[in-house]
């Protein structure tokens, strides 16, 4: 099965070559593609067979090429010149060994958006070192707020770094990259890093802190799981809620409908307090099930939502109601998001795409040059 014909999306006409590696550039080539653009995956001799499970990977093309053969790199310097867009991942100056750098690229497509994905960057003392998500976020100290009740850090799964740090910010930058080059005519290099993207993310925090509203010690603070106010509780089955009345008025609502009428319940926002309100809350919720607690509590001005198991959320009756899961392909996945009311996005085909030639691509992409113009 190939993409599909009539693609839909804003970015419905955006080419983009993507050499294909692991981590946030997939991620962040799967949303170009789900807005509309034609994603196509350069990948090994012998790589090109991927499975539909792979949703990632959904809605590319796929080009098998030896990176270390002339005749194949001339190959991708012939799509890169009637492309909008370039993703890579590889370590900096993998790329201009290969003889496929911004110098060579750019002078073959003056307006091309060249996006270099890293989790180190292009430069600095470890640009060269291998890493993985743990590693960005280790060093930018978002690793260091997410802790265990015994101090354990603990990884909020790659998505703070690979996706949000990452992918995110590679698809933001992108954007705006081909936005200006609409109107210079020029294109540009944009070098995202994941260490940058996350110690972005976490400004807010950097902002508390200057205003002396953010301790450094972990499960002090509002949001990091100090507060009573905002974090999860067992329920009397074993499963949790999640609360976060943090408002005067979404923490008034909760003491209504859970029954908190202990004075001790006042002083909300006293620090010094928040560890005995912790236990105190802890019990309530002990009380009853989740389901229970739910029954009375979701869908209020309480700020509470039952914790879903991540393979059950496609199920819960606010996601089933949103479609926030499609099926494609037989498989159900993650709907592309964000929306859009006029052009909407959709998957344009499964990962499961057999490779095809830079010749069909070409003649493909010249075609609807033409019929654009």
């Known amino acids: 099965m190939s993409r599909t014909s009539a693609a839909s999306g804003p970015l419905t006409g955006v080419r983009v070559v993507e050499f294909a590696g692991i981590g946030p550039g997939p991620f962040a080539a799967m949303m170009l593609s789900d807005m509309g653009a034609d994603v196509v995956s350069v990948v090994r001799r012998g790589a090109g067979k991927r499975d539909d499970r792979d949703f990632v990977n959904r809605g590319r093309r796929i080009?098998?090429?030896?990176?270390?053969?002339?005749?194949?790199v001339a190959h991708a310097l012939d799509?890169?010149?009637?492309?909008?867009?370039?993703?890579?991942?590889?370590?900096?100056?993998?790329?201009?060994?290969?003889?496929?750098?911004?110098?060579?690229?750019?002078?073959?497509?003056?307006?091309?958006?060249?996006?270099?994905?890293?989790?180190w960057g292009q430069?600095?003392?470890?640009?060269?070192?291998?890493?993985?998500?743990?590693?960005?976020?280790?060093?930018?100290?978002?690793?260091?707020s997410f802790r265990a009740s015994n101090g354990e850090a603990v990884s909020p799964l790659n998505l703070v770094g690979d996706y949000g740090g990452g992918a995110l910010f590679l698809v933001v930058g992108v954007l705006a990259a081909v936005i200006e080059a609409r109107a210079s005519g020029k294109g540009q290099v944009v070098d995202v890093a994941m260490c940058d993207g996350v110690s972005l993310m976490l400004s807010m925090f950097h902002s508390m802190h200057a205003l002396?509203?953010?301790?450094?010690?972990?499960?002090?603070?509002?949001?990091?799981?100090?507060?009573?106010?905002?974090?999860p509780y067992e329920c009397a089955d074993g499963r949790f809620i999640s609360i976060g009345a943090i408002e005067p008025q979404f923490y008034a609502e909760l003491r209504k409908l859970a029954g908190l009428t202990d004075p001790a319940f006042d002083a909300q926002m006293d620090r010094s307090r928040w560890p005995e309100l912790q236990d105190k809350l802890a019990a309530v919720f002990k009380t009853k099930t989740c389901d229970e607690w739910c029954a009375l509590l979701e869908g209020t001005d309480a700020c509470a939502a039952a914790v879903v198991g991540l393979f059950e959320a496609s199920?819960?009756?606010?996601?089933?109601?949103?479609?926030?899961?499609?099926?494609?392909?037989?498989?159900?996945?993650?709907?592309?998001?964000?929306?859009?009311?006029r052009t909407r996005s959709a998957i344009q085909g499964p990962?499961?795409?057999?490779?095809?030639?830079?010749?069909d691509i070409l003649a493909a992409w010249s075609d609807r040059r033409q019929a654009a113009s």
Request: no cysteine; aromatic share 6%; charged share 20%.
């Open 123 to 144: 430069e600095g003392p470890l640009a060269q070192a291998a890493g993985h998500d743990i590693n960005y976020i280790a060093i930018t100290g978002a690793l260091d």
């Open 79 to 119: 799509l890169i010149a009637q492309a909008d867009v370039l993703l890579e991942g590889f370590r900096p100056q993998v790329m201009e060994r290969l003889g496929l750098g911004p110098d060579e690229t750019l002078k073959r497509n003056p307006r091309l958006v060249y996006g270099r994905m890293t989790g």
């Open 351 to 359: 990962a499961a795409v057999p490779p095809t030639s830079i010749p």
């Open 63 to 72: 080009v098998e090429l030896d990176l270390k053969a002339p005749g194949d």
């Open 212 to 231: 002396k509203r953010w301790t450094e010690q972990p499960r002090t603070n509002m949001l990091d799981g100090g507060a009573h106010f905002y974090r």
């Open 315 to 341: 199920s819960h009756p606010h996601l089933a109601a949103r479609r926030t899961f499609v099926e494609h392909a037989g498989n159900l996945q993650p709907a592309p998001a964000p929306r859009f009311s």
